[in-house]
């Protein structure tokens, strides 16, 4: 039992390369390589909408509800299309939506704050994350694609560290004797 513990120390391996690559694929993202990866994600939901009205259409045929894949079948066509043909508007729409999100949840915790009386030992921990959230948020509905390029940056140099942490923690493991 003792050497089974050893003997997966190459999965914390390939898990820390995974994450450097990452890591780095976000480190040389640009706006443009944004706005491609969108238009692919457009492409995946245009063919999937298309094949679930296929679906639809073949439930129809059966006698079997299809109202639900055939909304969501056109919900995913004109998404689809949306993203391919408009990339940058429905990017700018989608992180807006985010940093509106982001507002409402920074509020939901001062809120939170505000209404729990010596329940939590440390709010200030709260607090600090209510605000950031709140900042976040601003700052995506302003701002959207600038604050996003910058987020996958600082995502990217976690990610990559991250991995570097795994790899090492991997070799000790190895270096462990049962």
Do not use: D, H
């Amino acid at each position: 039992m003792e050497t089974k513990k050893n003997n997966n120390w190459w999965f914390l391996a390939v898990n820390g390369c995974i994450f450097i690559l990452v890591g780095i694929l976000l480190l040389f993202f640009t706006r443009e390589t944004i706005l491609t990866l969108i238009k692919y994600l457009g492409i995946l939901l245009l063919g999937g909408g298309g094949i679930m009205l296929l679906a639809g259409i073949n439930n129809i045929r059966k006698n079997t509800p299809a109202a639900m894949i055939l909304l969501e079948a056109i919900a995913s066509i004109g998404i689809g299309l949306a993203l391919i043909f408009f990339p940058q508007p429905s990017l700018a729409v989608l992180l807006m939506l985010i940093g509106l999100w982001s507002i409402i949840i920074g509020i939901i915790q001062l809120v939170l704050i505000v209404n729990i009386k010596g329940v939590l030992a440390n709010k200030n921990v709260l607090l600090v994350n209510g605000l950031l959230t709140i900042g976040l948020g601003i700052l995506l509905l302003f701002n959207p694609f600038e604050w996003a390029v910058f987020m996958g940056k600082v995502v990217g140099i976690c990610a990559a560290l991250f991995g570097a942490l795994l790899v090492y923690f991997s070799m000790a493991v190895r270096r462990m004797k049962g």
